[in-house]
């Protein structure tokens, strides 16, 4: 890959990704565009079936400052271009919010283990609160970051979204 692309420009790189791995699957994706989106592929099933995806890409160490899904109708996928060249595939981590929820909950219990005083609830829209951590807004900091080692087993698991379009 180029030195460093830009946020916007890796983010459309990944959704086309994304789009691309699912259609090669037979299962229809449609890119949605704006700037101020909660859905960045909509897929659709031959029995008329809708589901959102929500793309999220690296070309560095974590995914910085997640929040999530909180659709059971929802997928999310990690799209890893970290030390990529050109030519290489990126890494695609799909989760449902089933699976979210989990490593939400794992990555929560990591950062009270490693700082037993910090003060963190996760909200109903499965995302992370640091409630004594106040952000230049003057809210408290909201989401999380979210390394590889995080999402192993969800590397490649394009059947999540395909078992969920297709069922009956």
């Not at 951590?133 to 395909?162: C, D, F, N, V």
């Amino acid at each position: 890959m180029p030195s460093t692309l830009s946020r916007s420009t890796l983010g459309l790189a990944a959704e086309y990704a994304v789009a691309s791995e699912l259609c090669r699957r037979g299962i229809y994706a449609q890119l949605t565009f704006g700037n101020q989106k909660k859905t960045d592929i909509l897929v659709f099933s031959p029995s008329g079936k809708v589901a959102r995806i929500e793309v999220k890409s690296k070309q560095g160490s974590d995914w910085p400052n997640c929040k999530g899904i909180a659709d059971p109708k929802a997928f999310l996928v990690f799209v890893d271009y970290q030390g990529r060249e050109l030519d290489a595939s990126p890494d695609f981590f799909v989760l449902s919010e089933r699976d979210w929820r989990s490593v939400l909950e794992k990555r929560v219990a990591e950062e009270r283990a490693r700082n037993p005083k910090r003060k963190i609830k996760i909200a109903p829209e499965n995302y992370c609160i640091f409630v004594d951590q106040i952000g230049p807004s003057g809210k408290p900091y909201t989401g999380i970051g979210i390394k590889a080692t995080h999402l192993t087993g969800y590397r490649g698991r394009w059947e999540t979204i395909a078992r969920r379009i297709t069922a009956g």
